[in-house]
């Protein structure tokens, strides 16, 4: 057993090399198909967004070169990019398969790649450190209120104005 | 025919009389509103009280209920904080840390993408800003949420995951404890992250405040 255990981990070891030199946790392209995570071991699952389908629009996805079939794509809870997900069926070989979708508008076909790898690259990919979440902008005056204010003592200068002037031309005052 | 002036009397003339009132309500607000912004108002910090208590001290939490198959989540929501905020997704950028969502959206929050959905097992992460240039964001009083508070992230497959808060820990950027934060789990746990520790002008926000939750419903 030893024997063939041996060729299988330096296999999975490669197709592991592989997949991290080429395969970033984004398999993104500006007019491409967006697969993520770019790389999957068998059975796992993979969003695809089709951001050139433009907002709004819907796709249908073709994932049967790792065979996974067909998967429609439809806009996310902003209603921008086509988003769907499929599942990579567990009995996929590793290797690298195009993924496919065709925009329900336009007709345009975009593809993306997705790494089918046998160890998986998650435990691999978690963030680092710090996460910038904020700049600053609640901690400064605020500059709505500073005119609502403005706003408010130039009303009440108009309105002292307009009491004086009553007062002195003698109008009630 | 000329009346003559007489100190006081006007004030029962109804224009002189509102417009009194509206001068004298100007006025005050006016002050009011100057004065109140011109303060700053700094995010709240969590407390000793809200961190994670030593290692006895999980005994008391809620029991952890059995996993959920993987989905992607749409919204968070926290009601002690009154967050109600749809989710992007989010990738890493160049140095590997996590990415943040767009600042313009001040009522907007992120997942990681390319990690565990909220709800399955292992640690799912959610992110958003404090504050952008505008003012106070999504996650802007994530400081004050109290252990045993709840958050619940709506999923794509219909259901709703509800977590249950074990500890709110602030920490600084330059010591930030990667492992504990964003490491594996075995049970179904959530992260809630925005900035905090204090702000200078010239480095920004000297840290995070990370909420530690962990699943104990769904429906």
New interface residues.
Partial sequence: MRRTARPLTATAFAVAAVALASAP??G?SADGLEV??ASVVPGG?V?V?AAACGDGGSATGDASAVGAGSLGLVP???GQDA?G?FRVPPSAQPGTYEITATCGGSGRLVTGDVVVTLTPV??Q??????????????????????A?????????AA??T??LH??AR???? | M????R?????R?PA?AA??A???F??C???????????????PQPSAAQARAGLGGLAGERPAVPALP?S?P??IRIPAIRVDA????L??TN????D?PP?ADEN?AGW????TTPGEPGTA?V???????????V??DLGVLARGSTIEVDRRDGGVAVFTVDAVEV?A?KA?P?ERV???ARRPELRV????GG?S?GT??Q??VVVFAHLTGSR
């Fill in positions: 946790a984004h993104a993520s995570p699952q969003t967004r996310d809870a902003h988003t997900r998650r435990g990919v978690h963030p680092r450190g710090s996460v910038k979440t904020g700049v600053g902008g609640a901690l400064g005056p605020d500059p709505v209120q500073t609502a204010g403005v706003a408010a003592l130039a009303v009440a309105g002292g307009w009491l009553r007062r003698g109008d009630g005052i | 000329r009346r003559f002036p100190f006081g009397s006007g004030v003339d002189n417009m009194a509206v001068t004298v100007a006025l607000s006016g002050v009011w509103l100057l004065r109140n912004g011109a303060e700053t108002h700094a995010p993987p992607p749409d919204r749809p989710l992007t997704g990738g890493l140095t590997g840390s996590l943040v600042a907007l990681y993408e390319s990690g992460i992110a958003g800003h404090v504050d952008n240039a505008d003012g106070p964001a996650f802007y920490y950027a930030f990667d964003y490491g594996a992250i925005t900035c905090g702000w002008r920004g926000y840290g995070n």
